[in-house]
């Protein structure tokens, strides 16, 4: 039996966010037992001890609903930053965050300007609110930052920068972000998604967003997330921070009770685990090292990335590289959602997860090359 009722006239020509293939999936699918997962950029090290303890003891007041708008972690936020709380939104994972700036600021025909090979989500939900979405190309598989705020007019509501960016792994400086900001219409956000700003805080000219350049310009909007290097994925946190007006607008629309008691009082113990934290990117960016150097050996391109994953241009159609690795347990990312079919995205893993990798790939390759 068919419907005859139709969806809203922007939705019908998207496509649903593809996520990185699971492992209960692959085990049913395949029947295998090992599993290496390197497609979703989680944290090899798991989740902060502390941020488990405090989960499981929160897990004795489940019958309780949270407060709806997650006080105790929007003010431990505040602190960690050096913000106003009332500065600070709490969502179920950033992708809510990404959500609420284009339900609450997007109207039909408004501009959001996006760069190619962006976080392919800035894309989705604008179309999604009737947004004319500009998308403007990356030079040297970087964002054009330049360019995209000379772009910007009066009809840009929404400038999109993921930075370190996902899938590439390349990022934009300090001093590109701040003429940025200072091109773009004082009417036009700036929306920043430093998901793996912890993988590049080591280098010397990454942006310092908060509180510095988000204290200076009411238009800047900085979304992070303890899905990666807190190792919470499974627990979809997400948070921005931005000028207090424009949270209040978010506000107005964030569902209620949108983030779980026990996912509230991990993230507080998970932002006083410094060392943990360290310890992660640590591994990622020792890792990242060793694997981009035996890729590149095996005749590969691989972008330098400043993230907790490597960006890789393949000799053979990546979904045909996935298929094969997959069948040999391990899990990577194709790029074909992003229009890059020979290319993957390949999390950084731990010294065997990656040993298992580099083995696989070898494997792979020389049947590929001995094909007839």
């Known amino acids: 039996m068919s419907t005859t009722i139709q969806p809203r006239r922007f939705l019908r020509g998207l496509v649903p966010y593809i996520p990185g293939k699971a492992i209960a999936a692959v085990k049913r699918e395949l029947g295998l037992r090992s599993i290496v997962k390197l497609a979703s950029n989680e944290n090899p090290l798991g989740a902060s001890p ?6 499981k003891r929160a897990m004795a007041d489940c019958s309780l609903y949270p ?16 913000v106003d709380p009332d500065s600070v939104i709490v969502g179920n994972g950033s992708d809510e965050i990404i959500r609420l700036l284009c339900e609450a600021f997007v109207e039909p025909d408004d501009e959001v300007i996006v760069s190619q090979y962006a976080f392919i989500r800035f894309k989705q939900q604008a179309a999604m609110m009737g947004g004319k979405v500009i998308e403007v190309p990356m030079v040297d598989w970087t964002h054009d930052l330049r360019t995209m705020g000379r772009t910007a007019s009066l009809r840009t509501k929404i400038v999109f920068v993921a930075n370190p960016n996902n899938p590439t792994g390349t990022y934009n400086t300090e001093d590109e972000l701040a003429e940025l900001l200072a091109i773009v219409p004082a009417s036009t956000l700036v929306v920043l998604d430093e998901a793996y700003a912890h993988y590049a805080d080591g280098l010397p000219d990454f942006p310092l967003t908060v509180p510095g350049l988000l ?5 800047l ?36 009770f949108n983030v779980n008691l026990p996912a509230q009082r991990a993230c507080i113990e998970a932002l006083k685990d410094a060392a943990f934290v360290k310890r992660s990117v640590a591994l990622a960016a020792k ?11 095996m005749g590969m391109e691989v972008l330098d990335s400043a993230g907790n994953f490597l960006f890789v241009h ?46 696989a790939l070898r494997e792979v390759l020389a049947q590929a090359r001995n094909a007839p």
């Open 50 to 55: 502390k941020a488990l303890a405090a989960f």
């Open 67 to 82: 407060e709806g708008a997650s006080p105790e972690l929007r003010q431990a936020l505040a602190r960690f930053h050096r």
């Open 215 to 219: 204290s200076r310009h009411p238009n």
């Open 221 to 256: 909007v900085v979304i992070r997330t303890f899905s990666k290097a807190y190792g919470l994925a499974g627990l979809r946190v997400g948070y921005g921070l931005a000028d207090t007006e424009l949270v209040g607008w978010l506000d107005r629309i964030r569902m209620p």
């Open 287 to 297: 890792g990242r090292e060793s694997l981009g150097r035996e890729i590149r050996a």
């Open 314 to 359: 393949t000799p053979v159609p990546g979904r045909t590289l996935f298929h094969a690795l997959l069948k040999r347990g391990v899990i990577i990312r194709p790029m074909d959602e992003y229009g890059l079919a020979k290319s993957v995205r390949i999390t950084v893993g731990t010294p065997g997860q990656n040993k298992l990798l580099l083995r």
